[in-house]
């Protein structure tokens, strides 16, 4: 069972859309970090969450940490090929370095 | 600076064998979390260091165990692997345990035959 339950799985769009990739947990959070993985690599951090009802913006991508602090979204303005890649959500319950990683969204951008 | 590395890359072993891992955290980082990951299972933690001692763990066997060396090198061994332990094996390293960025090092590809 998954701590935290990320989805879509796989979203394949064209270059131009939008997209929406949610995080979802029954449990709190201290913080919530979204990485980016692509083949061979290892994941790369885009972005921390620490405040409920937190929002950071990235260029085209939008992070959103939910008030109660057990969710979060992703959102890509006019998604672009170099988008694609695995994206995941971490969650930290205050334990070290010990994260919760969802199961992953793979976003594929076609042009 | 340069980035996390883990050697090897990519490694084939057959079952009942055993295997090291190792893991060179950035220039000043002291602590070190390694991570498996599976298509099915996704990242899943195994274990974190901070200088030499172990902080955490997660919920793996006893076959997994790790060792962190006065210069803030990881290794990890797995020991009379199994046909599912075949993974990517991922290691980050951070300035210390708490808030500090996580940086993930390539990983080392596992196949157990």
């Known amino acids: 069972t998954q701590l935290l339950e990320q989805s879509p799985q796989f979203l394949s769009i064209q270059e131009g859309e939008n997209l929406t990739v949610y995080c979802n947990s029954s449990?709190?959070?201290?913080?919530l970090q979204w990485y980016r993985q692509e083949p061979g690599e290892g994941p790369v951090l885009l972005v921390t969450?620490?405040?409920?009802?937190e929002v950071k913006k990235l260029k085209r991508l939008t992070f959103q940490f939910g008030d109660a602090r057990k969710d979060s979204s992703l959102h890509i303005t006019a998604a672009q090929p170099g988008d694609t890649g695995l994206y995941l959500c971490a969650g930290d319950k205050g334990y070290g370095n010990k994260l919760v990683f969802g199961a992953g969204t793979i976003l594929r951008v076609k042009s | 600076k340069a980035g996390v590395t883990q050697t090897p890359r990519y490694l084939i072993k057959t079952r009942g064998q055993q295997v090291t891992l190792s893991c060179s955290p950035i220039s000043g980082h002291r602590s070190v979390s390694w991570y498996q990951q599976t298509p099915g299972q996704g990242l899943q933690f195994l274990f974190e260091y901070f200088s030499e001692t172990q902080r955490n763990k997660g919920n793996f066997p006893g076959r997994f165990s790790g060792r962190q060396f006065s210069n803030s090198r990881s290794e990890m061994n797995v020991s009379t692997l199994e046909l599912g332990d075949s993974a990517l094996y991922l290691c980050?390293?951070?300035?210390?345990?708490?808030?500090?960025?996580?940086?993930f090092g390539p990983g080392t590809r596992l196949t157990v035959l």
């Open positions: 969450v620490v405040t409920g009802g």
């Open positions: 449990s709190v959070f201290s913080s």
């Open positions: 980050a390293s951070s300035l210390a345990v708490g808030k500090d960025e996580q940086f």
